[in-house]
């Protein structure tokens, strides 16, 4: 017996109601910082004064659990604080550079010939002896993990650095007094120059590549594409120990936690399957140009953020337009593009390689073909869910309607927020 149309009706109203907290939600990542932003001439909230020390039991509870004080260099690496506050991870990268310079100047007259333990730290490992000084070729290796853990320290410091000390008082000077809108410029401030940077040096990389403008036969022919140009494998290696930076904060709960907190951990963690799996296959070709396709997008969705908490109207509607079709061209259009290869050219690849034969760096067995298409379709899926709420923002612009929620300011909270002094 046919369903009765009624009976469909409550899981529509239910599916446009969960729909419009979303895009009413100001701390939700990318619907919140697109909301109507309160004029930069109006007074702020005012602050609210701070609790009587007697309050608290010791002195450093005083100190909240997202403050960026520290609290002590061990207190902080037994916290793990030292992620967020940039003096303690500045302290951890100095150490290892100190212990690397006094081994190469002392090691000549105490350990001659003996190689610096220290380097793996500093700088990538494992070159193939055979390769040619001109064009040095790496392979992948247990050091690699020593690298990623440093890395991961360095960008804990260069995050806050540019979040503390250059976006928030550039956020000032522009104007902006609220604290959670200058925690969300200064994050999307970061966000411009990081995805700006590495977009730039995936297409870089991607130019010296027979893979150049997604060329995607050449993802399978040839494989196993274990002998690594440095460029690449410091690129992706240092991409990696930021995907693992940003899922370190948000699961260690050490910054404070977004109301789209469970979308964002299964992206991160889809991203990190994606980077992990195609590195360990000796797949970094096809993962150069998965980070290319989603680097350029999100450098274009921080700035068009940027503008909109400036308030630059003709700015943000110029960036906000050609967002979107960078976004469309970028992360749906290419993505699809590496789907069609993964699933009809992955017969490309050599006999020789289809199998799943480690010791010789092949390791494409039949239902590889799969495990290399999940990731990123997942990904594309979340990609079309972020990209319905685009086209939603897009067309109510368009459409002249704006919101009537005045709380756009607190965007991750909806708590009143402290006026800086």
């Known amino acids: 017996m046919p369903r009765s149309p009624d009976r469909k009706k409550p899981k529509l109203v239910k599916t446009y109601s969960q729909l419009g907290k979303i895009e009413n939600d100001p701390g939700h990542h990318l619907a919140g910082p697109f909301r109507p932003q309160t004029p930069l001439d109006e007074g702020s909230a005012p602050s609210s004064p701070p609790a009587p020390s007697s309050f608290w039991k010791k002195k450093e509870d005083a100190v909240t659990p997202w403050s960026t004080q ?247 509607t110029a960036v906000f337009v050609v967002f979107i079709f960078i976004w469309s061209y970028f992360r749906h259009w290419l993505n699809w593009v590496i789907l069609h290869s993964v699933w009809y050219e992955f017969d490309l690849l050599p006999e020789t390689a289809k199998s799943w034969t480690p010791e010789k760096g092949v390791w494409m067995a039949w239902w590889m073909r799969y495990q290399i298409f999940a990731p990123i379709l997942l990904l594309q899926f979340l990609n079309l869910f972020w990209y319905f709420l685009i086209c939603r923002i897009a067309y109510r612009y368009v459409d002249g309607t704006t919101f009537t929620d005045e709380r756009s300011d607190d965007e991750d909270d909806g708590e009143p927020d402290e006026k800086d002094d």
Not at 171 to 178: E, Q, V
Not at 191 to 199: D, I, K, N, S, T
Not at 254 to 265: C, G, I, Q, S
């Open 70 to 316: 520290s609290r002590g260099f061990w207190t902080d690496i037994k916290s793990l604080r030292w992620v967020v506050v940039p003096s303690s991870s500045l302290k951890i990268l100095l150490i290892v550079v100190v212990l690397w310079a006094n081994w190469e100047i002392l090691a000549p007259y105490v350990a001659k010939d003996t190689p610096n333990p220290f380097s793996a730290l500093l700088f990538i490992s494992h070159r193939i002896p055979t390769s040619s000084e001109d064009d040095p070729r790496y392979r992948k290796g247990y050091l690699d993990l020593v690298f990623l853990a440093y890395y991961v320290v360095f960008w804990s410091f260069v995050r806050q650095t540019f979040t503390l000390y250059v976006f928030r008082p550039l956020a000032r000077w522009f104007g902006l007094k609220k604290e959670a809108k200058l925690d969300r410029f200064a994050e999307q401030g970061y966000a411009v120059v990081y995805w700006g940077g590495m977009a730039a040096w995936g297409a870089r990389i991607m130019a010296q590549l027979p893979t150049w403008w997604y060329q995607t036969q050449y993802f399978w022919i040839d494989y196993p594409h274990w002998d690594m140009k440095a460029e690449l494998k410091c690129y992706y290696l240092l991409q990696a120990a930021y995907w693992f930076q940003q899922l370190f904060v948000m699961l260690l709960g050490l910054e404070k936690p977004r109301k789209d907190y469970y979308e964002l951990v299964a992206h991160h963690i889809v991203t990190l399957w994606l980077i992990g799996w195609s590195y360990l296959v000796n797949m970094t070709i096809i993962g150069n140009a998965v980070f290319l396709s989603m680097d350029l997008p999100d450098s274009f969705l921080g700035l068009s953020k940027l503008l909109n908490y400036l308030q630059w109207e003709r700015a943000k």
